[in-house]
Every structure is written in structure tokens, then in C-alpha cells.
């Protein structure tokens, strides 16, 4: 077993600036705290739904009690800026709110029999112990889709949060922790990427684990995927996206890049939702992309912590992968937006920029026209602030393009006609759809996730994650007083 050792996560407003030191765990840590989870468990189910979700109340109102420290800490600690970081913690207190009262719902069902005298019901009982591991981008929201509905199904929790997240991750325990949890249901462990899959190995192999929740990159979450799948497991993935937006020749422009300029840039690019290529009628594309440029140029980029469309990208991993996606600019393309592209310097500096940008993860907003749909910027997910624009003739054609990269997460269509919008839901294969609004930004109480590289098909939020955290168990009841015996007594008309 590898050892641990210390992890700094620092701010991306000023690279200097710790915000905490954990150690990172070898598996084994893993492997112990499913253990814990374990033996918390079947006590835990025990407890009747509705006093579950009592707990989960409180979690929401200690969550709200304590939201301003936690967002300024988020931004502090992954430069979100504090508008869309208080959003953020919104999203926990929403999730409670939801899922408090699932725990006086949670229902099962009364169902016919084919059989005279003789009953049939379902029940949804909790998977057992959940392992989840999340990404740092929503380094508190995400976290909660799992948590807390893996919670008020009776499940135990065993969560590995992002290390560039440690502290926001710490909070956010610390706030459920003080909730009324009994011993041993909430368990967080810090590890590195590979000290985690050791430690989820272990925990699989040793039967510690029954349900996988993963939010990151689509090649990590393959692997989590290959590896439940060699335990007969079907992990929970909410993966990468190169999220379209389609803007037809009859759309409001106005509108359609305020969304691309919140969807694109906003939370700099670094949501799964994220605009990945605005595909664009060829009609309107140059008066499109013209507004656009300007709006860009317009745009506020800096301190957090001020009235800003984005900060720094997360931390120096994420900066250095997005300076790679930018490395795939082509000569074939034209670069817009702003008056450099890459990170901003001294020497690259950003008109209109509030704040200190020398110790920061700063990034130019990048537009990149012409895209064609064999490059790697169509293609793969970038994951900063960066904009493909490319055109269509027919909508058909717009289909094709947005599902060209196979991903399969979010989508928008900017237009005023019905018939569009409903043609282009048919046709996309997104797990979620936007008419006249952005790709990112959904509403906490409707299903979340994605289909192809963006993740297996299962569903986050409101009811539906309900089926990832509960399994249906059936149950029939024959008070007949004879053995009525299936497909073979059915009742005779
Ligand atoms: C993510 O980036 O992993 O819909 C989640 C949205 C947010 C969640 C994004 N509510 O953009």
C-alpha cells in the first residue's frame, strides 16, 4: 500500500495562499471507513424514513445558517465567484428540502395479481453503502445530489471529495456531522486519484461497497465503470460534456448570447455543462458571433469575490489541461473575444481586469470561429473559457453536429418556433435540453445526467436518483390457503 502524505490546496486567486493541508490516505483508509460504514448501516435503516428525513431537515437549515461562510470559502478556495458560489450552497439547501420530504414518501406499491386471493407490493430498500466521489468544480452542490438522498434512503456514506477541494469538502462535513448523524453514517476520506481506486478495490472485493457515485472526467469514470462492472456493480457516473448550443435563424440573438456567454464563460467554463460549440444557422452567424465578440470584450473577468462573469480556473491541474485544449487551436480558426488568449499576464494582460492577476489562474475568454467538426476543440471537451462557433444550413444537420462528439449531457436551442425546439429534443441525444436558455444551470429537482461519454445513463436528482439509492424488492402475499402456483392458476374468465 502506498502511504500518505501531505496535500496543500491553495487558492487559484493567489497561488501562495493556502487554504488547508490534509493528508491523503492510502486505500486501506477507504477500505476502513466502509468498514465503519458498514456496521453503521443496518441501524441506520432502521430508523423510520420520515425521522431520516427530520435529519436531513436539519442538515438543510444548518447548511442555511451557515451559507455565507461556506460560499466565500468555495470561492476562496476554487475561485468561483460569490454570486454563483451562494447559488451553489443554495443547491444543498434545496436538495434537503426536497429530499426531507421524500422521507415521509419513499413509496412502494400496491400491485394486482394475476392469482385470486393473493396481494403483490414493492418496496424500495437502501442499496447499503454508498462510496462516492466527487469532483471539485461543485465542490459542496454535487456532493449533496449523492449525500443526501443516500442518506434518506438508509444508506451509509463513505465520500472522497476532490484534494484541490479539501477545505470546502471539510466544511461541508462538518456542517452534516453536527446534524444528528449517528456514528459511522457520514465517513470522508482524503485520497489521491490512485490511493482511491486501490482503496475501492479493496472495499468491492471485500463486499464493503454496493453502489459507486462518481462526478469527474469520462476516462476516470471509465474506469470506475470497468471496475464495478467486474463486481457485478452499476456505479452512478456524471461525467464530462461538449454541451451544443443551436441558435436558428428566427432566434432572439440578444438572448441567445447572454446564453452563451453565461453557458461558455461563466463559472469559466468548468461545468459539465458547460457551452461547449455554438452551432449557429449560417443566416445569422455573422451578426451572431459579431455580438458575441462584443459582449465578450465587454465582459468582466477577475477577483471572485467581486461582480465578475468569472475568475480563475480551479486550480494548476485544470490550468494546465485547458492550456492544452487551447494548444488544438488550428490556423483553420478564427480566435475572437478578448485581446489574447491563454493566461492572463503582464505581457497577455485583459482590458477592464478587477484585481490582482499575478498570483492568480487567470484565462483569457477564448471564442474560436470556424470549428469543423473533425477537431479536437468539437470534439473534446475543454473544460475553461472557451467558445467553438460553427454553422448549419437545416436542422437535421444541427442534430447531427451536436451529437457528433458522443457526449450526451446538456444542449440548448435558442429559437421562436415551437416546432424546432421540439424536432431538436427528439432528435439530440442530451440527457437534458434548454429552450431559449443556457446549457448549464439546472434546476436541482429535475432528473441530472447524461447518456454516451457523459456518463452511463443514470439519473441525479429529485426522485429519479431515488432508483440509484434504493433497490426495488418485491414481496406476494397468497392468503388463499392453497399453493397457487404462477402462470399456472391464473383465474379463468
Ligand atoms: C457539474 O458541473 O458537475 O447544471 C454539475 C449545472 C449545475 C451543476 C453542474 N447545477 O450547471
Not at 483508509?29 to 423510520?48: I, K
Not at 438522498?149 to 461541508?172: D, I, R
Not at 462557433?389 to 447531427?400: F, G, K, N, S
Not at 432528435?427 to 461519454?453: C, D, K, Q, W, Y
Request: proline share 5%; glycine share 12%; charged share 20%.
Amino acid at each position: 500500500m502506498s502511504p500518505g502524505y501531505v496535500y496543500t490546496s491553495t487558492s487559484p486567486l493567489d497561488v501562495d495562499d493556502v487554504v488547508t493541508s490534509v493528508e491523503l490516505l492510502p486505500g486501506s483508509a477507504l477500505v476502513e471507513a466502509a468498514r465503519r460504514a458498514r456496521a453503521a448501516q443496518r441501524s441506520w435503516a432502521a430508523v423510520p424514513a420520515p425521522v431520516r428525513g427530520e435529519v436531513i431537515g436539519n442538515i438543510g437549515r444548518l447548511v442555511s445558517a451557515n451559507a455565507e461562510a461556506l460560499a466565500r470559502l468555495v470561492t476562496r478556495e476554487i475561485g468561483k465567484p460569490l454570486a454563483e458560489a451562494r447559488g451553489e450552497v443554495q443547491e444543498i439547501v434545496d436538495t434537503c428540502s426536497f429530499f426531507l420530504g421524500e422521507g415521509r414518501r419513499l413509496y412502494g406499491q400496491t400491485v394486482p395479481s394475476e392469482m385470486a386471493d393473493k396481494q403483490l407490493f414493492t418496496f424500495r430498500n437502501p442499496v447499503g453503502v454508498a462510496a462516492i466521489i466527487t469532483a471539485g468544480n461543485f465542490p459542496v452542490a454535487v456532493p449533496s445530489w449523492y449525500v443526501v438522498p443516500a442518506l434518506l434512503c438508509g444508506n451509509t456514506v463513505v465520500w472522497k471529495p476532490a484534494e484541490y477541494s479539501a477545505a470546502s469538502a471539510q466544511a461541508f462535513y462538518d456542517v452534516f456531522s453536527s446534524a444528528g448523524l449517528p456514528e459511522g453514517v457520514l465517513n470522508i476520506v482524503f485520497s489521491d486519484g490512485e490511493q482511491t481506486f486501490e482503496g475501492l478495490e479493496g472495499a468491492l472485493a471485500e463486499g464493503l461497497v454496493d453502489k459507486v457515485g462518481f462526478t469527474g472526467s469520462t476516462e476516470v469514470g471509465a474506469r470506475i465503470g470497468e471496475l464495478c462492472g467486474r463486481h457485478l456493480q452499476t456505479p452512478c457516473l456524471e461525467l464530462g460534456g461538449k454541451n451544443p448550443m443551436v441558435v436558428t435563424e428566427d432566434a432572439d440573438l440578444d438572448l441567445a448570447v447572454r446564453g452563451a456567454l453565461f453557458a461558455g464563460f461563466g463559472s469559466a467554463g468548468q461545468r459539465c455543462t458547460s457551452l461547449g460549440t455554438a452551432i449557429v444557422h449560417e443566416s445569422v452567424h455573422a451578426e451572431f458571433l459579431r455580438r458575441l465578440v462584443v459582449a465578450t470584450e465587454d465582459a468582466v473577468v477577475g477577483d471572485p469575490a467581486e461582480d465578475v462573469l468569472f475568475g480563475p480556473l480551479l486550480d494548476a491541474k485544470f490550468a494546465a489541461g485547458f492550456e492544452r485544449s487551447l494548444a488544438a487551436i488550428r490556423p483553420h480558426h478564427a480566435v475572437r473575444g478578448s485581446s489574447g488568449t491563454g493566461r492572463i499576464t503582464r505581457d497577455n494582460p485583459r482590458k477592464g481586469f478587477v484585481g490582482a492577476f499575478e498570483r492568480g489562474l487567470y484565462f483569457h475568454p477564448t471564442i474560436v470561429d470556424g470549428v469543423r467538426p473533425d477537431d479536437e476543440l468539437f470534439l473534446q471537451e475543454a473544460f475553461g473559457p472557451i467558445i467553438g462557433v460553427t454553422t448549419y444550413r437545416d436542422l437535421d444537420e444541427a442534430v447531427e453536429l451536436g451529437n457528433l462528439p458522443g457526449y450526451g449531457l446538456s444542449c440548448a436551442i435558442y429559437t421562436t418556433d415551437p416546432a424546432k425546439a421540439f424536432r431538436f429534443r427528439a432528435g439530440i441525444g442530451a440527457g437534458m435540453v434548454s429552450v431559449n436558455n443556457s446549457t448549464s444551470g439546472a434546476e436541482a429537482h429535475l432528473p441530472f445526467g447524461g447518456n454516451g461519454r457523459s456518463g452511463n445513463g443514470s439519473r441525479q436528482s429529485g426522485v429519479w436518483v431515488l432508483d440509484q439509492f434504493t433497490r426495488w424488492q418485491s414481496m406476494n402475499w397468497d392468503y388463499s390457503g392453497s399453493l397457487q402456483k404462477a402462470q399456472m392458476d391464473t383465474v379463468e374468465i
